[in-house]
């Protein structure tokens, strides 16, 4: 496995030009992407095609109108207007600036589980591993947090919430280790059986949520009950959603990125993950790190579910997740699986997130656009070749080939 | 036909592969191209064959100039090329194998016609001498079989020019003559024939003509009459060379690796090492030679415990070792496996981090779980400074690294600590001659520092002129142990394939050796 | 650490450790049919299985299966028992696949002779069922086996038969043709492939990352124009239905007749592509070099094959199949789209693939597998058992899983699947 998906660590002199480079793809990809996303706004609009005929150059302005308005409506959902900025400071009125850094606040909202499951992906990759069942992990995560959520009572709050986020780590981890223990015992290939964990873990949520003892009392629908006050994040801000969760993610960048490059265990990771034969002609258990990879990115996975049931809904549906388990795959490639580029690419992606909705409530356009856009920018992330082919980039070394996974052999 | 390569020069980024080649093969001759390994000499017939366009240069046969974009032009043209490895698909028959590409069909869906491509097989095969079974899958087939079936191959196709790319690498002395009987049929029959090699007593026995490459440039031509070994050995590396290794005579000690009745199995589930013994004493170099697939790799594996065996005891120094590859290492075991690039380090990996590849998890380059970068750095500047690693920092991904400068951070690797016994396998393939005289020179020193040595080869030279004692391997047991002194070729050869000469006795003093190979 | 030799030969521990699972395994079965799903039945009650499709007017009157419920079961637990027993002592040698398959067949017939006690179950209805839900499956694995035969891994079934299914019931509604809905899914389909194949061959993105952006793609967009446009426009997405169209004489054979040969065009049509893919592979020239440059694509450029060339083609040629079976969801079974209609059965159809050793027919009667117990889990859930819907809903996905955890190692990819193949 070559750079282009995991970067080793670089020495001090080249670090600023390198990471001019390696800035220049990911943000023209996520360019590239926004204007593929334009071309679909327009074309969608199926009175588009009949105005075109009519009047072709009202209906570009208008068109073009509406890409600025939808856009405009995803920026400034995203991290908040300058004109409610200026107008709040100006009065002075906390509760008004608090209100003007909404948006804001809910982009870092969004990037929490964002950045768990980007990690939670990446750590995957760099032991050779391709986890797309983060989806899965994340709610089995989010599950087992709810219960001790709302099942454990009396605690003062130090105890309760470090002990319903390790409650969720623990549930993403098991749901992590099934893969795991079958690639290593078996051979059987993690995308199939991760892919088919996630469908198996949504019918089991679904289960769960109507069992006696988890669901509501008094509702028919299903929902958990409501967790206690005691496991709940508390906000970074008074009147504002975004809570230390967020900081939380953060720290968990960091002992990822202490894991993978100062410790043993990280070293064997990122050994066998590029050569598995050579690691274990060197002494290291390949089974042993695949279980314990796997393990440990369920448990980022399921953190990114913590995050969520304690973070905003204190309690659990079967729809908390709108895909970030899928979208971890984008983060984790934008970053080149690096815990430091993890974050910016979730805060980047959080951003669309929250902006989403308000586009949506502003224009009508669904923000199933937002995930569209997302799809675009992995594709143009994981094969820079192809960015570079569009935009006539050179490149002075020769570059590898990105591959890392070899069909379904053992 | 006469085939004529005129100022070819094929350059790739950073090396130039051939510069300005003149190369003139005659009809009905056989020509040898000669060269070390590097040299340039698959690169100018993948030229010739279509693989690669030449950046200048013309290639002309019977005079006219022609070029080939893709292999089918060059067959159509009449060349036929047997690569170094078989350009054969595993699981196809020979038949399929042979007619793939220019299958005989009928019917309008393009049915394969069989049976027709069958005769014409067995035309060919009777023709020259090449026995082969055309209903047999070529993954079951020996090694010496598979080379047939490349033959024919070309010969399917009506080639008139046959390149060879060192089609005696996986031969014994014995199926070499074979080979060699089979060249002189196809010269008979108006067939030309390029052989590339890089063994010296091959060409001055077989070749017509002799061309010497040495860094992608011809040096010169000769003919087998005007040449001898050490002239052609100075043309290949371009000054005089020493063909044996200096060393003084071994001293051994106490037996360091005992291996009694080993039955280790391939990843096939056939039986690779059939009950063999043996025994290697510190501060000696036992050699294991024997063609590719007798068992080799197997044992190599099972005593570096990457394969359990099935039956049998490994002992290291007397006791008993848990056959995983960590506690071997503890147990003072170096290894220097086959494959470099596959198994030996890790590419993407730093220099500094693949020095400390199997001591990353003890002081001083970690504390508990706790690596410890500045040590890792200061033992790999040194450990670069003292084996002469050429690279621009111990930060470089080792991938970028040339492939003898790669062995050299194996070898620092394995041979910068107290070993008690070191397994080198084919330490020297594919590197270049500077490169090999280091690796010898290395493990000659090991040995005199007490070790124990046990290596694994396929050259004869190499053999003859590293070992104190020479194991020869044959269908996963070691059928004679002989020293350097009593070893020819001739011998070596035909203990390689099996064939006992009448008046070998086991040599006195030698660990006792498995009576019998059988007779092929 | 030595390890003594048996007296009389050598022993292969992994072989035994399988013999010991297995025989632990179908004792267990047998545990399970006699004194868990025995228990509480009344002894004189019978389970009936109805062998006539309902309805049906024509053909043979078969009667319907009536069993005794506590005696089969008992039965079952017996044969499992001994097949056990046998398992533990001696091994099946080499056809434990087929013991496999009898004890776990077995298990099914008396899983399903306790959830029919003193009903009366359709059992016929199950069996076509398990066609039709094992019909897109295998369009997936068909196109799979078109993708890596010739050495390319296509992770993206699931996306291809979305896609298809969307357009098939977009283009069906609009233009009130279902052919030319047909006809467009297929289209859709090799576009996706197509662009499978240039990001995996041409831009030598990693085949598995490639194949899963096309399927957030294909979700997304398809979602996107669902939200967008469909819920306001129902009407471009009510397509008719192909019509369900007997075959004479074999339709009417008992149990085979209603199961195989009553269907639509796609059932059909799956016949004819399974004859002729396998047909294709195995005996033309065409079949040949696909498979030449899957196995050793080095091979077969130096004999004059155009590796890049037969990559792209069958690619696109997998994407057709993909986006036609697809449509299969819309035009040939419920209709309307609906979001992720597709459900996973695009990966299901890659286990299938890899349960049929890349082999059409093998991944045809593979997906009937699945397709069981797809159709266990949709019938089952209506006759209110003990076992809770979303169990049975996890039915397919564990039994993918098991398949895939089982099988590797045991069965051969083509060896070149899965690596970009470079010139030099």
Redesign the interface.
């Known amino acids: 496995?070559?750079?282009e998906?995991?970067a080793?660590?670089?020495?001090p002199a080249s670090r600023l030009k390198g990471a001019a480079r390696s800035l220049l793809v990911p943000v023209l990809a996520v360019v590239s992407a926004l204007m593929i996303g334009a071309i679909?706004i327009v074309l969608?609009d199926?009175t588009f095609f009949q105005r075109l005929g009519a009047d072709p150059g009202a209906a570009l302005a208008d068109a073009l109108g509406s890409v600025w308005t939808a856009y405009g409506a995803l920026v400034t959902g995203a991290l908040g207007s300058p004109g409610t900025y200026l107008d709040a400071f100006a009065s002075g009125d906390s509760g008004q600036i608090a209100a003007a850094f909404n948006p804001l606040s809910e982009t870092l909202l969004a990037a929490t589980p964002l950045i768990f499951t980007g990690l939670a992906v990446a750590l995957g990759f760099q032991c050779g591993l391709?986890n797309?069942g983060a989806e899965g992990q994340l709610y089995l995560g989010a599950a087992t947090a709810t219960f001790v959520g709302f099942a454990v009572t009396g605690l003062p709050w130090y105890i309760h919430l470090p002990l319903a986020a390790a409650a969720g780590f623990a549930g993403g981890a098991i749901w992590g280790f099934i893969p795991g223990i079958?690639k290593a015992r078996?051979?059987?290939?993690e995308?199939?059986?991760t892919?088919?964990?996630n469908?198996?873990a949504f019918?089991?949520i679904?289960?769960i949520l109507k069992f006696p003892g988890y669901q509501r009392e008094g509702r028919f629908d299903p929902i958990s009950k409501v967790t206690e006050a005691t496991a709940w994040y508390p906000p970074l801000i008074e009147g504002l959603r975004a809570n230390w969760g967020f900081v939380l993610g953060l720290a968990a960048a960091l002992a990822v990125s202490w894991l993978l490059f100062?410790?043993?265990?990280g070293?064997e990771f990122?050994?066998v993950?590029?050569?598995p034969?050579?690691?274990?002609?060197?002494?290291?258990s390949i089974a042993a790190s695949t279980v314990m990879a796997m393990m440990i990115s369920g448990g980022l996975a399921g953190l990114a579910g913590t995050s969520i049931v304690l973070g905003i809904t204190r309690s659990l549906t079967s729809g908390i997740s709108p895909g970030f388990g899928?979208d971890g795959?984008?983060i984790a490639?934008m970053a080149r699986s690096r815990p430091r580029g993890i974050i910016f690419a979730a805060l980047l992606f959080g951003a669309l997130r929250a902006g989403a909705t308000p586009m949506q409530s502003a224009t009508?356009?669904?923000i199933?656009?937002v995930?569209?856009v997302?799809?675009?920018v992995?594709?143009f992330v994981?094969?820079p070749?192809?960015v570079r082919?569009i935009y006539r980039i050179r490149v002075p070394e020769?570059t590898g080939?990105?591959?890392?996974?070899?069909?379904?052999?053992? | 036909m006469r085939l004529e390569l005129r100022g070819i020069t094929k350059r790739f980024p950073g090396v130039i592969a051939n510069q300005d080649v003149d190369l003139v093969v005659e009809p009905g001759e056989i020509h040898a191209l000669l060269g070390e390994n590097g040299a340039g000499k698959t690169t100018l017939m993948n030229v010739l064959y279509g693989l690669y366009q030449p950046d200048e240069g013309e290639i002309r046969i019977d005079d006219r100039v022609v070029t080939f974009h893709d292999p089918g032009q060059a067959i159509a043209a009449g060349i036929g090329m047997v690569h170094q490895h078989f350009m054969l698909v595993p699981v196809f028959t020979v038949t399929e194998n042979v007619m793939l590409g220019v299958e005989s069909v009928r019917g309008p869906l393009g049915q394969l016609d069989r049976p027709t491509a069958r005769r014409r097989i067995i035309e060919i095969s009777e023709a020259h001498n090449l026995k082969v079974d055309p209903d047999a899958t070529v993954e079951d087939l020996p090694v010496g079989v598979r080379q047939r079936v490349e033959i024919i191959k070309t010969l399917y196709r009506r080639s008139d020019l046959l390149v060879l790319d060192e089609p005696t690498a996986v031969l014994t002395p014995q199926e070499d003559e074979e080979l060699f009987e089979i060249m002189r049929s196809l010269k008979a029959s108006g067939t030309s024939i390029v052989f590339i090699t890089h063994k010296l007593n091959e060409v001055l026995e077989i070749a017509d003509r002799i061309t010497v490459l040495r860094r992608g440039r011809v040096v010169g031509t000769t003919t087998p009459a005007e040449a001898t070994r050490e002239s052609l050995a100075s043309m290949m590396v371009g000054r005089p060379v020493e063909l044996i290794v200096e060393k003084t005579p071994a001293h051994p000690g106490v037996p360091v690796l005992e291996i009694h009745g080993l039955v280790v199995r391939d990843d096939r589930g056939h039986v690779a090492v059939d009950g063999l013994d043996l025994q290697v004493r510190a501060g000696e170099i036992v050699a294991i030679a024997g063609v590719q697939g007798n068992g080799q790799t197997e044992l190599v594996d099972a005593i570096t415990g990457l394969r359990h065996p099935v039956a049998g005891t490994i002992r290291f120094g007397g006791t008993a070792v848990r056959m995983e590859p960590r506690p071997i290492f503890e147990a003072g075991v170096a290894h220097v496996p086959e494959d470099r690039l596959e198994d030996g380090c890790v590419p993407g990996l730093t220099v500094a981090d693949n020095l400390v590849l199997n001591t990353y998890c003890r002081a001083p380059f970690s504390h508990g779980i706790r690596l410890d970068r500045d040590a890792i750095e200061r033992s790999a500047t040194e450990l670069v400074a003292n084996f002469d690693i050429r690279t621009p920092s111990v930060f470089v991904d080792i991938g970028d690294l040339s492939g003898g400068n790669q062995q050299k951070v194996i070898v620092a690797r394995e041979f910068s600590r107290p070993v008690r016994l070191l397994v080198a396998a084919q330490p020297t393939r594919g590197l270049d001659v500077g490169s090999v005289e280091y690796i010898h020179r290395r493990i000659v020193a090991k040995r005199d520092e007490g070790a124990a040595v046990l290596f694994v080869s396929t050259e004869l030279d190499e053999v003859l002129a590293l070992a104190d004692r020479i194991a020869v391997m044959y269908q996963g047991r070691i059928v004679d142990i002989v020293e350097p002194a009593r070893a020819t070729p001739q011998l070596l050869g035909m203990l390689m394939g099996g064939s006992l000469p009448l008046e070998s006795a086991a040599p006195a003093g030698a660990s006792p050796a498995v009576a019998g190979g059988p007779a092929t | 650490m030595a390890i003594a030799a048996a007296p009389d030969g050598i022993v292969d521990r992994a072989a035994l450790r399988r013999q010991r699972i297995f025989g632990i395994f179908y004792l267990l079965l047998a545990a399970l049919a006699a004194f868990v799903l025995a228990s509480g039945i009344a002894p004189d009650a019978n389970s009936t299985f109805v062998l006539k499709p309902a309805g049906s007017k024509t053909g043979l009157d078969i009667p319907n299966l009536v069993v005794p419920s506590v005696v089969t079961l008992y039965v079952v637990a017996a044969v499992c028992a001994f097949l056990g027993a046998v398992q533990l002592i001696r091994g099946f040698g080499s056809r434990w696949v087929v013991i496999l398959g009898v004890a776990v067949t077995l298990f099914v017939f008396g899983f399903l002779t306790w959830a029919a006690v003193d009903k009366s179950m359709s059992l016929i209805g199950i069996l076509q069922l398990t066609v039709l839900k094992g019909l897109p499956i295998t369009f997936g694995a068909l196109s799979g086996i078109l993708c890596e035969r010739s050495g390319v891994v296509n992770i993206a079934i699931e996306g291809m038969l979305l896609a298809g299914a969307f357009t098939g019931a977009v283009v069906g509604s609009g233009t009130g043709n279902i052919v030319l809905g047909f006809v467009a899914a297929g289209f859709v389909g090799a576009a996706l492939g197509a662009l499978l194949a240039v990001l995996t061959i041409r831009y030598r993105m990693d085949q598995i990352v490639a194949g899963t952006v096309i399927n957030i793609f294909s979700g997304g967009i398809t979602g996107f124009v669902y939200s967008r446009v469909l819920q306001a426009h129902r009407e471009l997405n009510e397509p008719a239905r192909f019509p369900q169209i007997p075959i004479p004489v074999l339709s009417d054979i008992p149990i085979i007749g209603p199961m195989f040969f009553s269907g639509n065009l796609f059932l059909y049509l799956l016949f004819i592509l399974i004859g002729l893919i396998h047909y294709g592979l195995f005996y033309t020239r065409w079949g040949l070099r696909v498979r030449a440059v899957g196995e050793h694509p080095r091979a077969a450029d130096t004999v004059g094959i155009n590796v890049v060339l037969t990559r792209y083609r069958n690619v696109i040629l997998g994407g057709i199949v993909a986006g036609v079976g697809g449509a299969y969801f819309t035009l040939g079974s419920t209709g309307s789209f609906v979001q992720d209609m597709t459900a996973g059965r695009g990966f299901i159809g890659l286990a299938a693939m890899i349960f049929g050793a890349w082999t059409p027919i093998g991944a045809f009667l593979a997906s009937l597998v699945f397709g069981f117990a797809d159709a266990l889990q949709a019938r089952l859930s209506i006759l209110n058992i003990a076992l809770p819907s979303e169990f049975l809903q996890m039915a397919p996905y564990l039994a993918t899983i098991v398949v895939v955890a089982g099988l590797v190692g045991r069965v051969r990819a083509p060896a070149a699947d899965g690596r970009p193949y470079e010139k030099e």
């Open positions: 496995m070559t750079d998906l995991r080793a660590p670089v020495p679909i969608s199926l391709f797309i079958l078996t051979g059987a290939h995308v199939i059986v892919i088919m964990l469908y198996t019918r089991l679904e289960f100062r410790t043993t265990k070293f990122r050994a993950g590029f050569n034969t050579a690691a274990r002609y060197a002494g290291m899928f795959i984008a490639l009508g356009i669904p199933d656009l995930v569209v997302q799809a675009l992995i594709m994981a094969a070749a192809l082919g020769a080939y990105e591959v890392f996974s070899k069909g379904w052999g053992a």
